[in-house]
Each structure stands twice: as structure tokens, then as C-alpha cells.
């Protein structure tokens, strides 16, 4: 027969195993990647070496537990050309099953912006993909989260018709 004390070190040595073996799995939440849309891009200034841009992106929370953003970085191209990148020291909780606009600077070279626009001259679709990374707040598994986003719109949608 075992005594209780070497039984009681025996259970706390094999807990101690199976917590180093399972990574800490059960501690915390373990979060999702939320869906994110491009909603809204603007052009702000375009300088000799450098343009600045501003979008809103929207993330959908598609997890049942609330998401805390604390930062976040991405990068932004057009029609498979580097655009612009930027990161966003912010402060957002976003409910379980609910959505949140988080507004974002990017950066850009003059040349970057060249290159995306002499592409667009040969093409008749925008293709936009965005992608980065979210940097959660505490108690939450894994505390950055990838994401990536597409999406395109016709150019002919843009081009105003003659009026003759």
C-alpha cells in the first residue's frame, strides 16, 4: 500500500506532466479568427516620398465570447501590388456575434502607388488583399491572431459615360 503522502506527490507530479504536455490548452479562451472586410479607403496626402491612406475595417466577432483588440498591423495591395502598411495601437472590445469598425492609417512610397497605378490602366477589376495580424488582449489562446481579406470591384462601375 501506498502512503498518502507519496500518493499525493505521485498526483501532483502527474498533473504537472500533463499540464506541460497539453501546452496550457485549457486555460483560457481560445478564439476563432474573426471574418474582416475592407469598409471604407480614402486617400489623404500624397507627398514627394510618401502617400498616407486611411480605411475602416470591419470585424465580425463570430466567437461566443467577447474579443479584446489591443493592436493590430496590415498590409494592404491592389491587384497583387504592395500598396500600403500601417499598424494601430487600439482599444477595442467587440461583444460575442457582434461587429466593430476599427479605423487604421497606412502608409505607401510614391513608387508603390506608381506601380499599383499603372496596373490598374491594363486591368477592368480592383482586387483588394488585406492581411495581418490582431494582437488580443489578456486570457485569450492564441494572443495573435492572422487574418486576410479579399474582395474586388469592377472598375466600369467607376468610369462616368460620356454625356454627348
Known amino acids: 500500500m501506498i502512503p498518502l503522502r507519496q500518493y499525493i506527490s505521485l498526483l501532483v507530479g502527474l498533473i504537472v506532466i500533463l ?23 480614402n486617400v489623404e496626402e ?9 480605411i475602416e475595417m470591419r470585424v465580425f466577432n463570430t466567437n461566443d465570447i467577447p474579443m479584446e483588440i489591443k493592436g493590430l498591423n496590415c498590409d494592404l495591395e491592389l491587384n497583387g501590388k504592395r500598396l500600403a502598411t500601417g ?4 482599444k477595442i472590445n467587440i461583444p460575442s456575434y457582434e461587429t466593430a469598425l476599427i479605423p487604421m492609417t497606412l502608409y ?57
Open 19 to 41: 499540464l506541460i504536455l497539453s501546452g496550457c490548452a485549457g486555460w483560457g479562451k481560445r478564439l476563432e479568427s474573426p471574418r474582416i472586410t475592407l469598409s471604407n479607403f
Open 46 to 54: 500624397i507627398k514627394i516620398f510618401e502617400s498616407v491612406f486611411t
Open 87 to 90: 499598424v494601430a495601437n487600439v
Open 108 to 164: 505607401s512610397s510614391v513608387l508603390d502607388v506608381v506601380m499599383v497605378l499603372r496596373g490598374l490602366a491594363k486591368t477592368e477589376k480592383l482586387e483588394y488583399k488585406l492581411t495581418g495580424r490582431l494582437q488580443l488582449g489578456k486570457g485569450t489562446t492564441p494572443s495573435t491572431i492572422p487574418f486576410k481579406s479579399t474582395g474586388e470591384l469592377p472598375l466600369q462601375e467607376f468610369i462616368i459615360p460620356n454625356a454627348s
